[in-house]
Nanobody
């Protein structure tokens, strides 16, 4: 069982930056692929970024590539999402995901609002 708690959301102007964190419980955190997803009002949840157990070679949705950076600290059971050059279309609830062998865990999300 993994519990995930996101933090760091808020209101920011277009062009600004925010850093999200996701703290995970559980001793097997390092085995999980960690991901970030988002859901904008009236839209389906979509993939944003994911990072494997080693932290190397994270991969991103085309819409955020070059602007967002995912990282993880297995010693702290935490995964991060650094978001730069934010756009109004990045406005969404951002969810942390932990995946291993077809089992997925989700956090409750943190709201990011980007004003124009």
């Amino acid at each position: 069982q993994v519990q995930l708690v996101e933090s760091g959301g808020g209101l920011v102007q277009a062009g600004g930056s925010l850093s999200l964190s996701c703290a995970a419980s559980g001793r097997t955190f390092s085995r999980y692929t960690m991901g970030w997803f988002r859901q904008a009002p009236g839209k389906e949840r979509e993939f944003v970024a994911a990072i494997g157990w080693s932290g190397g070679s994270p991969y991103y949705a085309d819409s955020v590539k070059g602007r967002f950076t995912a990282s993880r600290d297995n010693a702290k059971n935490t995964v991060y999402l650094q978001m730069n050059s934010l756009k109004p279309e990045d406005t969404a609830v951002y969810y942390c995901n932990a995946a291993l062998s077809g089992i997925n865990y989700w956090g409750k999300g943190t709201l990011v609002t980007v004003s124009s």
